[in-house]
């Protein structure tokens, strides 16, 4: 039996195969990877300085505002993906056309809950389905360059107003992406304690909760992973619903539940026998 | 409002507001911390105390450096609570 490759094989495979051509790859790989992320945050900039006026000064009601520039903002997305994808960097699927599980209804609102395996999560699945708004963190909802556009297509800042401003997001009828783990997960296998705020918001809200799983192959764009340090081949993320869930009044309880949950779909050992160890 | 009966105050607020079933507000302690350990609250127990602090004792509850540091224990909550009241007397 072969010993299954090792997390950098699996991610720098073209080492062995190129020699000494390997490193002119990887400046390429590196200069391409950098071009992303400069044309994903000019982009952004420009789409809120020169777009944002016009998507809000044109007439319509509060809620017609934010759907216009919800879809600029999903086009813009779309755009970054497509680009990443013809440069074989990056490249989200998903084996359905919305997130829904079971007998949830497609008109259904509803909270979606994903681990978070790279820094395009967000971007992939807004950009993959329609009416989806993430909660977004106060760095990046306060930016001031951004903070408009951020705040115009929908997404909650986290702070103070969340829980009303999530609920209010269901009722307009977006879907409300909430990554538990509150940041990435940790590179290279394991999840981050969950926190019970999306299980919360489901709960007050009374809307489902459609559980995404997240994979990431090979590994990319991860939490502490530098950029210049992308995988050599494009990395593939793949979103799939695999179950709906009620809400329960009990938010603690659910969360714990649903920690264990992922631990298990994504082969990790069981949070509860780690935490009474610490 | 005297130092003792505002701590008791946000303690029964604590209490009422997070539901805390089978905990005596009295019972909770003025200096030990709130979150993480002692009551061990989370994020969504500091969203609501806030909220609730806020509809209470009239005052504006921000999302600054001295907000998060009031929410350490009942005796900062209690200072802070003091110094936004002085500021917008109800």
């Known amino acids: 039996m072969t010993e299954p490759p090792s997390l950098s094989e699996r991610m720098y495979p073209w080492k062995r195969r190129l020699g000494p051509l390997y490193w002119l790859y990887r400046g390429w790989r590196g200069a391409t990877t950098g071009l992303c992320f400069v044309a994903f945050w000019g982009g952004a900039v420009i789409l809120a300085w020169l777009g944002i006026p016009w998507l809000w000064l044109w007439p319509g009601s509060r809620a017609q505002k934010r759907r216009r520039t919800h879809a600029a903002m999903r086009l813009g997305f779309k755009l970054f993906h497509g680009i990443m994808h013809a440069l074989r960097l990056y490249h989200p699927r998903s084996p359905v056309a919305l997130p829904r599980f079971g007998d949830v209804p497609a008109d259904q609102p509803c909270v979606l809950v994903a681990n978070h395996p790279s820094l395009c999560d967000v971007t992939s699945i807004a950009s ?70 999306a299980f919360e918001i489901a709960a007050r809200a009374g809307v489902p909760i459609i559980l995404l799983e997240l994979t990431c192959v090979p590994p990319a764009l991860g939490k502490r992973l530098p950029i210049w340090k992308h995988p050599d081949h494009q990395a593939i993320l793949t979103v799939e619903p695999f179950a709906a869930i009620s809400p329960s009044r009990d938010s603690r309880a659910l969360c714990r539940e649903i920690e264990r949950r992922y631990h298990q779909i994504l082969g990790y050992p069981d949070p509860a026998a780690r935490r009474e160890v610490t | 409002m005297t130092e003792p009966a505002l701590n008791q105050q946000i303690k029964e607020l604590i209490v009422d507001a997070l539901q805390l079933e089978g905990v005596d507000p009295s019972s909770i302690s003025d200096s030990d911390a709130l979150f993480g350990s002692g009551l061990s609250l989370d994020s969504i127990d500091a969203l609501e105390l806030a909220t609730a602090l806020a509809r209470k004792f009239e005052i504006d509850v921000g999302q600054d450096d001295e907000t998060r540091a009031a929410f350490r224990s ?10 936004k009241s002085a500021v917008k007397p109800s």
């Open chain 1, 128 to 197: 993959l389905f329609p009416n989806v708004v993430a909660v977004a963190r106060p760095s990046l909802a306060n930016f001031p360059l951004l903070r408009w556009l951020v705040r115009g297509m929908g997404f909650v800042p986290v702070g103070v107003h969340m829980l009303e401003e999530c609920q209010e997001r269901l009722r307009s009828g977006f879907d409300l992406l909430v990554f538990p783990e509150g940041t990435r997960s940790p590179f290279g296998g394991g999840l981050q304690v969950f926190h019970r705020g």
């Open chain 2, 74 to 83: 009942v005796n900062h909550l209690a200072a802070y609570v003091t110094a």
